[in-house]
């Protein structure tokens, strides 16, 4: 499995977990149950391989850090996606501009412009190209605004 595949994983898991009102413990816990992960590769090919130990933590890390700073996550949204409050955001979108924001500013093995293409390129699986746009510029402002200026 792909870091590519483990990052959709985690976008996926943070999105249920948010939805369903489980803790992101409860929701990894049940997500990879053996039989539970086995019968949803019948549905999507994305869960034909399991993921390994080492991708195992980089899902438990992210959907960890995305659960752990939600407040914070959807401050940063907010922010930069000037005259969007994050009820009007599609949750998808959401989900992966929060994944990628924790990537960027919890996560130093993932360098910040991987996080934003990854962004992008799940987003173009998901969105249409004007919700695309929308991630990709709420995350280079960002970038410009918070990490680049902590830089200086």
Partial sequence: MTRTAAREIAILLGFSAAASGESAQETLERFFEQEHYASLAEE???????????????IRTLVGLIADHRTELDAYIEKY???WT???????????????????????DV???A????????????????????INGILGSFIRGEVENKEE
């Fill in 111 to 113: 360098p910040n412009a």
């Fill in 44 to 58: 999507n090919p994305l869960f034909a391989e399991r993921p390994d130990e080492q991708q195992l933590a980089y």
């Fill in 86 to 108: 994050v009820g009007r955001i599609d949750r998808t979108a959401g989900a992966i501009l929060r994944c990628a924001m924790s990537e960027i500013l919890w996560l130093p």
């Fill in 81 to 83: 996606a000037r005259g």
């Fill in 115 to 134: 996080a934003i293409n990854e962004a992008v390129e799940l987003a173009k699986k998901y969105e249409d190209a004007d919700v695309v746009a929308f």
